[in-house]
C-alpha cells in the first residue's frame, strides 16, 4: 500500500453575513494590493513569486502594517500567477494591453489568514481589526466528505449578488493506495461516449454530452437573439442548469468506471494525457461555444478522485495515435465508415473507441506521472499543506480568475 493525498476543493456559500460587514476594506486593499504587485511585475517580467515576494515584501509590509502579514504573501501569490497567466495569453496573441489588471473581488487566503471549524462548520478569517467571524457555512450531505481533511489555501470570494460571499477551499486528506498488481484499466473520453475496459472486456456509456451541450447552445443563441430576453438572470438560469447536468453525467460515469476496476480488481486506471483535445473532434466554427464547454478535464479529473479515495491508482499515459494504430500488430488502421477501424494487415475490425482502450492498455507508464498529472482534484506526494508554496498554489489556481 503507498500513501497519497487527495485534494479537494469545496465551494461554501457563507450563509448569514451579519459577522462579515467590514471585509468590504479587505477585498478592497487586497485588491490594490495584488494591482501594485501586477504594476510590478510587468514592468521587471517577473514572473516568479520567490522573486517577487523577496523585492516587495518589505517595502508593502511597512507601507500596511495593520494588515495581517499573510496577506502579503498570497497577493504575491495571486500576482504571479495572474501574470504568468497574462503573459502565456499574450503570447498566444489572446491578452489586451500591456499588462493584467486585477478587477475580482477575491481575498486569497492560506491557513495562517483562515480558520476553519468543520464540526460546527464555521469560519473566520484575520483582518485589520482582528478576527471577523464568518457566518455559518452552508452545506449538505455533499460537504460532510470534508470532515476528515485538512483545510490548506483558500480564497473568499464576493458573489453577484449584493452581500453575498463564498468560501472556496482546497481540502486534503491521506488514502491508501493499492500497489500495481498489473491489471488495469483503460479509459477513453469522447465527446458522446466514455469506453473503458481491461484486457477482458470493453464497455461502452453513451453520455450524449454533445447533443446535450448542442441544445443548451442554440437555446443560449435565442436568447441573445432575443434582446428583451438576453438578460443575465435567465442566461445564468441555463448556464447553471447545464453545468448542472453535465456534472450529474461525470459523476455518473466515473461511477460505472470505479465500480468496473473494483469488480476487476484492478490496481490502476489508466487516462489520456491529452495535450490538445480541440484536435480531436471536427467541429464547425459556428460550434465553438458548444465546443469549448467540452470539459474532458473535469472528467479526467472526477475520475482520478473517485478512484483515489477507493484505493486505486491513476496514471496518464501518452494518447497519441491511441485510435490510428492496430492494438494487435501495430500496423496503421483504415477506416470503415465513422466509427469501424479495421486493419489491413492482420484482419481486425473494431470499433475505434475500443481500439483506443485496448491501445491505452498497452502503453507504458512513466514513472514519473505516477502520482498523477496536475488537476483541480489532484494528488501529490504527501506534503502538509504549508501557507506559501508556491507549487501548490499555482496547481490550484482557481479557473476563474
Ligand atoms: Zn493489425
Redesign the pocket.
Known sequence: MTSLTVRLTGVFKVHDTRGATGLDDLFAKFKELVNELLDYSSTRSITAFKRLKGEKYHELRSKHPELPSHYIYTACQMASSIYRSFRKLKRRGKARGDKPFFRRNVVMLDDHLLSLDLERWEASVATENGRRVLGKLLHGTYHEKFRDMRAGEAWLVKGEEHGSLYLKAVFSGDVEVADPNGSRLAVDINENNVTFGTEKEVNKLITKEKAMRTGYFLKRRRLQSASRLNEKPIMSKYCGREARRVEAVYHRAANAIVKKAKEEHVSQIVLEKLRNIRNRIAYRREMNGRLHRWSFRRLQSIIEYKAKVTAVSVVYVDASYTSRL??????K?SLRGYRVAK??????EEDRDVVAVKNLLQRDVPTSTVQGESSPMTISEERRPSSCRSQRWVRTEPTWL
Open positions: 492496430c492494438p494487435t500488430c501495430g500496423d488502421l486493419c489491413v494487415n492482420c484482419g481486425l
